[in-house]
């Protein structure tokens, strides 16, 4: 479902998307700026993903853990 918004672009970037809709053979201007929008969305979800894995990794990096091998640390393993 589409949610109708009043947007303010600046009048050089109106004159531009109303030639490049002409050009580009765009049905509407609202289709270039849906089209525009959802690239925009696209890659600011991708930047945000990134941040997210960045700071899962920092705070994998901090966590403490437990050491698997210390039930088994000084035996020796020839003798089983």
Same mark, same amino acid.
């Not at 089209?35 to 979800?45: M, P």
């Not at 945000?48 to 899962?56: K, M, Y």
């Given at each position: 479902?589409?949610?109708?918004?009043? #947007?303010? #672009? =600046? *009048?050089?970037? %109106?004159?531009? #998307? *109303?030639?490049?809709? *002409?050009?580009?053979? %765009?049905?509407?201007?609202?289709e270039?700026?849906r089209?525009? !929008?959802?690239?925009?969305?696209?890659? =600011? $979800?991708k930047?945000? $993903?990134?941040?997210? $894995?960045?700071?899962?990794?920092?705070?994998?990096?901090?966590?403490? %853990? =437990?050491?698997?091998?210390?039930? !088994?640390?000084?035996? =020796?393993?020839?003798?089983?």
């Open positions: 479902m589409l949610i109708p918004t009043k #947007i303010q #672009i =600046d *009048k050089t970037n %109106y004159e531009f #998307i *109303k030639h490049a809709c *002409k050009t580009l053979h %765009y049905k509407s201007l609202s270039y700026m089209e525009a !929008i959802n690239t925009k969305v696209a890659e =600011d $979800r930047k945000l $993903r990134e941040l997210e $894995r960045i700071a899962a990794m920092e705070m994998i990096d901090k966590a403490s %853990y =437990d050491n698997i091998f210390e039930s !088994i640390e000084g035996e =020796d393993f020839e003798s089983r």
